[in-house]
């Protein structure tokens, strides 16, 4: 019996830190378009870095894994050339991974004011026949409060004051994230979300990859939030600042 395609992603990053070799065998060796800009092309790319690697040093713990149509989207927690958490995501054609996008962030070394980690958290995937909807709501989150600045709509999105944050550096509750955005500010740092490239969700897990700017740097941003009774109840994510184009090892691009 055919694996799943969330059990394929599962084993292939796994086998980062096990040298396995079988999980290899999933992704076409003939197609293979890689979107991590510091990576080669193509199946050559990946084995590079991978040997590259010093010896036994990789870890990779995939927390959550989520499937939409032909896309599978990972949160691991790595050891990948140092304490990263990343996303990952892999499209499939014919039961074959031909592509792959991700955004790695240092791991904090502690957890968060609220005293979360960048990946702990419930991890049960329910209200599968809610996916589109809480797609739609995250998407119109980001559109109107990060893209657009509309931030009397905020409220709109939450439960009250109730949100769980796990970004390393923000505290729980709506109060919090308005509180360190005030902060920010006061020091002269920005955020700002300038286009949404994907969403993608299953269930009351939602994945958002966007392009923007904080504190002045290109940055791409990947939030994964969870949505309860149709409000955003708990979000992580991880903010990685985009390689200039000289120091891109391939020419696909980092959406």
């Known amino acids: 019996m055919e694996k799943s395609n969330k059990q394929k992603i599962s084993d292939l990053l796994k086998a980062i830190e096990t040298g396995a070799i079988e999980p290899v065998g999933y992704i076409n060796p003939n197609k293979y378009i890689q979107h991590n800009l510091a990576i080669g092309d193509g199946l050559a790319g990946f084995g590079a870095v991978l040997q590259q690697l010093p010896p036994k040093s990789a870890k990779a713990n995939t927390v959550r894994v989520f499937q939409d149509g032909d896309f599978v989207f990972a949160h691991t927690d790595y050891n990948f050339f140092g304490p990263k958490i990343g996303f990952d995501i892999f499209r499939f054609e014919n039961s074959k991974i031909v592509e792959h996008w991700d955004n790695l962030q240092e791991k904090a070394a502690s957890a968060n004011p609220s005293g979360h980690s960048m990946t702990d958290g419930t991890t049960e995937i329910k209200d599968l026949s809610k996916t589109e909807a809480n797609k739609t709501l995250v998407r119109n989150f980001i559109n109107d409060i990060l893209v657009n600045g509309k931030i009397d709509k905020l409220a709109d999105y939450f439960n009250g004051d109730d949100y769980i944050q796990h970004n390393p550096l923000i505290p729980d509750k709506l109060s919090g994230l308005g509180k360190m955005l005030g902060e920010w500010a006061k020091q002269g740092i920005t955020m700002k979300y300038d286009k949404i490239h994907k969403v993608l969700g299953e269930g009351n897990f939602v994945l958002v990859v966007s392009e923007g700017h904080l504190a002045g740097k290109h940055n791409a941003f990947y939030d994964l939030f969870r949505v309860e009774n149709e409000k955003i ?14 120091n891109w090892k391939n020419n696909n691009g980092k959406f």
């Open 233 to 246: 109840a708990e979000h992580w994510d991880v903010i990685e600042e985009i390689l200039s184009k000289e």
